[in-house]
T-cell receptor
Framework: AQSVTQLDSHVSVSEGTPVLLRCNYSSSYSPSLFWYVQHPNKGLQLLLKYTSAATLVKGINGFEAEFKKSETSFHLTKPSAHMSDAAEYFCVVSEPGAGNNRKLIWGLGTSLAVNP | ETGVTQSPTHLIKTRGQQVTLRCSSQSGHNTVSWYQQALGQGPQFIFQYYREEENGRGNFPPRFSGLQFPNYSSELNVNALELDDSALYLC????????????FGPGTRLLVL
């Protein structure tokens, strides 16, 4: 079975400084990996996804993530944090489910705080 | 905005009652998945519906049931509510059951007293 571990439950950065949210996965397949963001009292929004194409994936709002198979990692980065980036971030791996579906396996989330 | 809508936005029930939550999928999407997100946790997969049939289920008891309609909208029903059922319930739609990218609605926050 696949699993995903978000290494930090909470990250705090200053506005304008880089963001690094760490994610490791375990998978017996070639995984598909995602990052979702959840702002307070809002639904989940897809930031970016990796599906075995380029290992460096660019997403929305200036975020990007690099798939490193040797390290089984898929860390999320952004060069310069903005106040509006404060939210909960989830790393997700996809695995085959029962029937013909795909099941998403979620990390526990990393809460990002951005200080002025 | 993803085009996935859910109703109601908030709901308060008491233990033992039954609740129905509704979801309208994004236009053209025939697959709907439901998730439960407890406070401070990641979403947990409840089940998925594809073309009106259940197409996979997570580790939830049978009192969690669902329906999908010909227009691909969906309902989540929970019977005999328990306090631990208090959570944000998220609906996500995708173009196909085999498609990994899911688009989420804003959720329904359920409080069981």
């Amino acid at each position: 079975a696949q699993s995903v571990t978000q290494l930090d439950s909470h990250v705090s950065v200053s506005e304008g400084t880089p963001v690094l949210l760490r994610c490791n996965y375990s998978s017996s397949y070639s995984p598909s990996l995602f990052w979702y963001v959840q702002h307070p009292n809002k639904g989940l929004q897809l930031l970016l996804k990796y599906t075995s194409a380029a290992t460096l994936v660019k997403g929305i709002n200036g975020f990007e993530a690099e798939f490193k198979k040797s390290e089984t990692s898929f860390h999320l980065t952004k060069p310069s944090a903005h106040m509006s980036d404060a939210a909960e971030y989830f790393c997700v791996v996809s695995e085959p489910g029962a029937g013909n579906n795909r099941k998403l396996i979620w990390g526990l989330g990393t809460s990002l705080a951005v200080n002025p | 905005e993803t085009g996935v809508t859910q109703s109601p936005t908030h709901l308060i029930k008491t233990r033992g009652q039954q609740v129905t939550l509704r979801c309208s999928s994004q236009s053209g999407h025939n697959t709907v998945s439901w998730y439960q997100q407890a406070l401070g946790q990641g979403p947990q997969f409840i089940f998925q519906y594809y073309r009106e049939e259940e197409n996979g289920r997570g580790n939830f008891p049978p009192r969690f049931s669902g329906l999908q309609f010909p227009n691909y909208s969906s309902e989540l029903n929970v019977n005999a509510l328990e306090l631990d059922d208090s959570a944000l319930y998220l609906c996500a739609s995708s173009l196909l059951a085999t498609q990994e990218t899911q688009y989420f609605g804003p959720g329904t926050r359920l409080l069981v007293l």
